[in-house]
Structures are given as structure tokens and as C-alpha cells.
């Protein structure tokens, strides 16, 4: 079957650094996305990556390693606004996404 | 400003009645998703749509119906045959369907079913 795995909380320090990790098993794969979702509100898209490798956008970045099943969100320079659910979804061979249940992030000061 | 509308934000209705919930994009995105969201799990697929007049099921389609009649509109109807119709419900469009296209997300309708 396909799966999504992301720890379901953590908790980090405002200007730390945070990794949130997602395992996934998919038929087929055309990529990994993350996604924010603020509490009650859209998820938001963050970063999308098909190849091996670090893809860095400001503060956040994004690795995967294909043959693993693997992915990190990485977010530097922790602020409070960042407290957020970080949706994993990987893409299948027939290009549906396949959703982790989400890491609720907690900032404390 | 271009984006996606859904309405309204909160709904109730009874138990045994169908409700409908609307999604209206000016994005001019082709393809548009609906979602369902639960407390502890990842968004499911309810109804997908690739182009006007056409659409497919999703993972959890039970329940629902949907219509496409235009590139714009992609409303969801919940019936009285879903067991369970309490949710967070996402609508979302892209581009198209292939790899790198970002689903684009409205703000979301929480249904109570009482």
C-alpha cells in the first residue's frame, strides 16, 4: 500500500533550527512536496522536489533521497509565526498525492 | 487578485439532509480537487476534475457528488448517504497534473453535521 510517515508533534525554540522528517512508500513517484497549514486555515505550499538533493528557499529547505523513501523540511532561524502544521505529500505514478497526517509544529520563546 | 473561494467558512446542517458546498477559482487552472480533513490524518481525496464536463473519483468518494459544468466552478455535494460528514473540507485547483504542479488551496469549509 502507499504511506505516509512524519512524527505527529515537535517542539524547537524560537531562532533554532528545526528537521522534520517524512518516510513514504508510493507506486511510482513524481515528486515530494511540503506544505504549512496554519491551525483552521489552507495549506500552503513550501517546496517541491524530484531529484536527489538540497533544495533551499530562505530560511526553509527541502532534501530528498529517492532511494530511501526520504524527506526533510528544514527551517532555520526559528520565528514564532512559524508554529504551523508541515504537510508531507508524495506523488504517485498516476500523479495523485498521497498526504502524510502532518507534524504539528510548536515555537516556544 | 486571483485565487480560490470557497463558501461559506462554517456550515451546519441536520442529519439527513444533503448540503453543497462551493469552490470558485479565477486562476484559470484546469484541474480541481476536493478534500476531506480530519483530526490526525492526512488530507484524503473525495473528487477530482482534469478538465470541464469530466471528473473521477477520489479515494473516498462514497457520499459525495460533484459536477463540473464550468472551468471556474467545482462544487461538492455532501449527501445524506455519508456516514460521517462531519470535516474540514479543502478545495484545490493546479495547472494540470503533472509532477511539479503546486495544488493551490481555498480557504476551506468546516462542515458540523448535527
Known amino acids: 500500500g502507499q504511506n505516509i510517515d512524519q512524527p505527529t508533534e515537535m517542539t524547537a525554540t524560537e531562532g533554532a533550527i528545526v528537521q522534520i522528517n517524512c518516510t513514504y512508500q508510493t507506486s511510482g513517484f513524481n515528486g515530494l512536496f511540503w506544505y504549512q497549514q496554519h491551525a483552521g486555515e489552507a495549506p500552503t505550499f513550501l517546496s517541491y522536489?524530484?531529484l536527489d538533493g538540497l533544495e533551499e528557499k530562505g530560511r526553509f529547505s527541502s532534501f530528498l533521497s529517492r532511494s530511501k523513501g526520504y524527506s526533510y523540511l528544514l527551517l532555520k532561524e526559528l520565528q514564532m509565526k512559524d508554529s504551523a502544521s508541515y504537510l508531507c505529500a508524495a506523488m504517485d505514478s498516476n500523479y495523485q498525492l498521497i498526504w502524510g497526517a502532518g507534524t504539528k509544529l510548536i515555537i516556544k520563546p | 487578485d486571483g485565487g480560490i473561494t470557497q463558501s461559506p467558512k462554517y456550515l451546519f446542517r441536520k442529519e439527513g439532509q444533503n448540503v453543497t458546498l462551493s469552490c470558485e477559482q479565477n486562476?484559470?487552472?484546469?484541474?480541481m480537487y476536493w478534500y476531506r480533513q480530519d483530526p490526525g490524518q492526512g488530507l484524503r481525496l473525495i473528487y477530482y476534475s482534469q478538465i470541464v464536463n469530466d471528473f473521477q473519483k477520489g479515494d473516498i468518494a462514497e457520499g459525495y457528488s460533484v459536477s463540473r459544468e464550468k472551468k471556474e466552478s467545482f462544487p461538492l455535494t455532501v449527501t445524506s448517504a455519508q456516514k460521517n460528514p462531519t470535516a474540514f473540507y479543502l478545495c484545490?485547483?493546479?495547472?494540470?497534473?503533472?509532477?511539479?504542479?503546486?495544488?493551490?488551496f481555498g480557504p476551506g469549509t468546516r462542515l458540523t453535521v448535527l
Open positions: 522536489n524530484v
Open positions: 486562476l484559470n487552472h484546469d484541474a
Open positions: 484545490a485547483s493546479s495547472t494540470g497534473t503533472s509532477g511539479s504542479d503546486e495544488q493551490f
